[in-house]
């Protein structure tokens, strides 16, 4: 079984900054893709970005050039850097991982930009 541990999820004002954090632990495969998809009320799940275990990365286009995800895989961990931030960014974040064909999620951290 793996769990997902999200963390850095607050209220900023537009223009700013947060970084997110996840932690996954359990029975990792040393080859899995970790990423970042957000909801907002009403709203369907939406990928944000994904990393895979060779450090390769796919951005949604509504975060190119604001958003930078990265991960430690020493730590089985994935961090997503978020800068000019918008209020339409508002959603809760879930962390995802996966790997032989299985999917994980964390529970959700909330992230809330104010105009």
């Known amino acids: 079984q793996v769990q997902l541990v999200e963390s850095g999820g607050e209220l900023v004002q537009a223009g700013g900054s947060l970084r997110l954090s996840c932690t996954a632990s359990g029975s990792i495969s040393s080859r899995n893709v970790m990423g970042w998809y957000r909801q907002a009320p009403g709203e369907q799940r939406e990928l944000v970005a994904t990393?895979?275990?060779?450090?390769?990365?796919n951005y949604a286009d509504p975060v190119k050039g604001r958003f930078t995800i990265s991960r430690d895989n020493a730590k089985n961990a994935v961090f997503l850097q978020m800068s000019g931030l918008k209020p339409e960014d508002t959603a809760v974040y879930y962390c995802?991982?996966?790997?032989?064909?299985?999917?994980?999620w964390g529970q959700g951290t909330q992230v809330t930009v104010s105009s």
């Open positions: 990393i895979s275990s060779g450090s390769s990365t």
């Open positions: 995802h991982l996966r790997q032989s064909l299985y999917n994980y």
